[in-house]
């Protein structure tokens, strides 16, 4: 608190709106994984891996590393969902074409038709979450999020224990 106005201070009302921001941030993720469960039967990973092995510039699959980096999760947690993805005959790995050392990850004719399937609930998913959130308004929060992700991947605290400030 100001000592002077008794209301909080610029510092501890922006720690106070930032601490509500990444705890709902962190809110939503939970719902959405919950959620995904329910009413999809996949968690967000595997259905963030189906999605990105679906894009048409991903048709000759893509390896390893590129699927982790592309969906910024650990290859420790992609290995553990390729492999059930594998054990569902979604996906497959593949000896890569140029070359045979490296292996790609492809979607199989029945992980595509599993996906497909999923298309209309996927699309109902999304029209309930964001019923009664103005188009305006979804751009705004698709470009702040980015900003946002872009800014986290920045972030380094070691410039600050070093006593150089940001």
Known sequence: MNAKTSEPSDQQSASAIHNRLFFRLFQVGNTLDSQTRKELGI?????????????????????????????????????????RLERDSHVQRVADAADRRARRVVLTAKGRSFWTGLQPKIYEFYRQ??????????????HMLNVLNTQMRQVDLSARRAGREP
Request: net charge positive; charged share 20%; hydrophobic share 45%.
């Open 43 to 83: 968690t967000t990973v595997q259905w963030a891996v189906l999605g990105a092995l679906s894009r048409p510039q991903a048709k000759s699959g893509m390896s390893f590393s590129e699927l982790a980096e592309y969906l910024f999760v650990s290859r420790q947690n992609l290995d553990g969902v390729l492999k």
């Open 129 to 142: 979450a964001l019923q009664g959130i103005r188009f305006d308004d979804k751009v705004m929060f698709v």
